[in-house]
């Protein structure tokens, strides 16, 4: 167990949090969500993905990551890389919901996944997981492919996710081959 703490730490660490912000364990997750690496990482695409008349699952969202876990969104041009938790992924999909709202725009979303690479030691992995997004699920093609780097941790009884970096394809940075190993086309 001071193992996996001090892998928590570090991680939390290189994210920027201090120990003096991690007071209290998250809330747990249903028991099935952490139960393994398949069913977490099915929960986080599951959380993120909703109807137009419903916003993502951000409480069950929150019951998937390490309390402090992390969300690295692809950095923009000119941009600092970003780095922030549930709530703040929270906020800025509200944002992005409204504008999209405003101007007409679909807010339902579908992410899923369709190749993964996992490597894994004791109670840490390391899943790329690489992913195809559309506006909605039934959408014959997606809008965006890309890969989700997500950190995980085994606390003894179940998985949390420490934080999620992720980047999306363009046309002069395509996915590699080896992350879409066994991906439909």
């Given at each position: ?16 949090v ?40 951000f ?5 998937l ?10 950095k ?35 992410e ?12 840490v992995?390391?899943v ?33 996710i ?24």
């Amino acid at each position: 167990m001071t193992r996996l703490r001090t892998a928590a730490a570090c991680l939390l660490f290189f994210a920027g949090v201090t120990s003096a912000q991690t007071p209290k364990p998250p809330e747990a997750a249903p028991a099935a969500d952490g139960a393994t690496l398949d069913t977490i990482v099915a929960a986080l695409y599951a959380s993120v993905s909703h109807r137009p008349e419903d916003p993502p699952d951000f409480d069950r969202l929150r019951r998937l990551f390490l309390h402090g876990g992390a969300f690295v969104p692809p950095k923009r041009p000119g941009e600092e890389i970003l780095v922030i938790d549930v709530d703040g992924f929270s906020e800025r999909y509200r944002k992005a919901a409204a504008a999209r709202k405003e101007k007409g725009q679909p807010t339902s979303f579908s992410e899923r996944e369709i190749a993964r690479r996992t490597d894994c030691f004791g109670n840490v992995c390391q899943v790329f997981s690489t992913y195809e997004s559309r506006t909605a699920a039934s959408d014959p093609k997606p809008f965006q492919r890309g890969i989700n780097s997500i950190q995980l941790v085994r606390d003894g009884s179940r998985w949390w996710i420490a934080s999620v970096a992720w980047d999306a394809e363009q046309p002069e940075k395509p996915i590699p081959p080896a992350y879409l190993a066994g991906a439909s086309p």
